[in-house]
């Protein structure tokens, strides 16, 4: 009898137990916050239901990792290939617009996929564009400035042969223009100059929440050739960015990028011609940047290529390292292609053809074949704000070796020269914004570890010709810059010292450029050198 009632209690106790869970990967708390508490309950979607501007959890996993997990995204396009079937194009909410990519169906849950309503995506776009604002008093008046002499220019040359990448992007700009919101429109649209700003024909970018690790950059110029039209002109945004996104200009149309002896990922859409970019994959020249559909055609164009070298004046050299000085107004073709090349690993850069009133500094490494292009950074002949860099970037082959804080040193260094303070054009990049960061804390803090007594923000403004905002806000930013009986004092404790010029004990400083090797003047404009560009 008592075994009979122990038997009939484990027999109910095992009834009442529920049934294990199915096992699925692991979903952060954010990527189960797609449907609001407030939202309609959740619909039986079909693969035929995924539209632009839905957003739904996907799965996800960090390059050379197994762990998988689900994270909000935000769909850009959908389409069938007849290979792997439906791919799914997504942005992934809060992250850097480089991790970006097509994604199966199976990776996608479309159980939590919210649909937002034509009125909730405009909207979106409204906050988006009120997020951003529009243009400062000072950069609207220069955009005037610079759209009446480029139609001037246009008037007396009678209008200038467009190439196929100007063709391309005048073709996306003028489709955004009349409405080129639309994620399904099929128009592309970016461009700019340097690191990250616009051409002839303007498409505009906008700047990404979160990122991952990187190389250097910052901002961009502008770049368009001199037949553009008003219009096209008017998307400019404080010198050379634009915050504006048209939609297919955020979907990536170039995935692998031959280079040399280097294959690298691209990270961005660049405005080059659709026939170039069918096929994902570009070949470049590493010489005359010219770009190519495959590499018989690049074999048969390095038969013929006879250059070398940048096609400018070599003003600086030390080693195996060189800067050249380009004239974009002198280089046209090679300033559009290498701004061509910087979309790629760009967010914000938006012009990419009107670079006429820009100089380009391209740093390169000397081998055996030639002069091999590192990085490069442009800056405004004339820069009302007093901007020494508009856009910089160091080629992701060479990154992670000190190349960008050889270029920031540079472009100090000419500033110098000049007897003038200068920044970079803001806002700056994520990546950029790191090594311009670290540049600053090595200058500023080896300045104050070296100065016996005081010493005051203009002097260090002086003898590093950085700007007395950027010093503030570094000093700011080290946490060095404290209030103490009534006046502004350093106190830098020997672990901020440790942790920014140290390194296993040993001093990390910034690059210095030797003034003796740097033969350079100042560009400086005359009438008869406007009148002649």
């Given at each position: ?42 619909h ?17 996993s ?26 799914i ?23 939590q ?59 996306y ?24 700003s616009?051409?002839?024909?303007v ?7 979160r ?16 037949g ?23 979907v ?21 011609p ?31 290529c ?6 400018g ?7 195996n390292?060189?800067?050249f ?24 850069k ?19 074949t ?77 300045l104050?570890?070296?100065?016996a ?81």
């Amino acid at each position: 009898e008592y075994m009979g009632t122990l038997v009939s209690l484990i027999r109910s106790a095992m009834e009442a137990e529920p049934p294990p869970p199915d096992l699925e990967p692991e979903r952060p708390s954010e990527a189960m916050d797609v449907v609001a508490s407030d939202a309609a309950p959740a619909h039986a979607y079909t693969a035929e239901d995924i539209v632009p501007h839905a957003e739904l959890p996907v799965l996800w996993s960090a390059p050379g990792t197994a762990n998988a997990a689900y994270y909000r995204a935000e769909v850009l396009q959908v389409t069938k290939d007849p290979m792997r079937g439906l791919q799914i194009y997504v942005h992934y909410k809060d992250f850097n617009r480089r991790l970006d990519g097509w994604v199966p169906l199976e990776a996608c849950d479309l159980s939590q996929m919210v649909i937002p309503s034509k009125e909730e995506v405009d909207a979106k776009r409204n906050r988006r564009g009120k997020r951003v604002g529009g243009p400062t008093q000072s950069s609207s008046s220069r955009n005037k400035k610079r759209k009446k002499k480029a139609s001037s220019r246009s008037r007396r040359s009678g209008g200038t042969k467009l190439s196929g990448a100007a063709k391309a992007a005048q073709l996306y700009a003028s489709k955004a223009a009349k409405g080129g919101d639309d994620d399904d429109d099929d128009g592309d649209d970016d461009g700019d100059e340097g690191q990250t700003s616009s051409t002839n024909v303007v498409s505009k970018m906008a700047s990404p929440k979160r990122t991952s690790k990187g190389g250097d950059e910052t901002t961009g110029d502008g770049a368009a050739e001199s037949g553009a039209s008003d219009a096209e002109r008017s998307g400019r945004r404080g010198g050379s960015l634009s915050h504006d996104h048209h939609a297919q200009a955020r979907v990536r149309n170039v995935n692998v990028i031959h280079f040399g002896r280097y294959d690298m990922e691209a990270w961005y859409f660049s405005p080059y011609p659709p026939e170039f970019t069918a096929s994902g994959e570009l070949w470049l020249c590493q010489f005359c940047l010219q770009y190519l559909t495959s590499r018989y055609q690049l074999q048969r164009h390095l038969e013929k290529c006879t250059i070398r070298h940048p096609p400018g004046n070599e003003i600086y050299r030390d080693g195996n390292l060189a800067f050249f000085e380009l004239d974009g107004v002198k280089s046209r073709h090679y300033c559009q292609n290498l701004c061509l090349v910087s979309k790629v690993f760009l967010d914000h850069k938006t012009l990419f053809f009107d670079v006429d009133p820009f100089l380009f500094y391209v740093l390169c490494e000397l081998d055996a074949t030639g002069y091999q292009i590192v990085g490069y950074f442009s800056k405004e002949k004339v820069s009302s704000e007093g901007y020494n860099v508009a856009c910089i970037l160091t080629m992701p082959c060479y990154q992670r070796k000190g190349y960008g804080n050889v270029m920031i040193a540079f472009s100090y260094e000419l500033s110098r020269v000049e007897g003038k303070p200068g920044s970079p054009e803001k806002p700056l990049s994520d990546l950029g914004l790191l090594s311009y960061r670290s540049y600053w804390a090595k200058v500023l803090l080896k300045l104050i570890y070296d100065t016996a007594g005081e010493i005051s923000v203009e002097r260090m403004c002086e003898l590093t010709a950085i700007k007395t905002d950027d010093i503030i806000n570094t000093l700011q930013i080290l946490e060095v810059l404290v209030y103490y009986k009534g006046r502004h004092v350093l106190v830098i404790p020997d672990s901020v010292i440790d942790k920014h010029l140290k390194k296993n004990g040993e001093w990390r400083l910034a690059p210095e450029i030797k003034r003796e090797a740097l033969h350079w003047t100042p560009f400086v404009v005359t009438r008869a050198r406007t009148h002649r560009q």
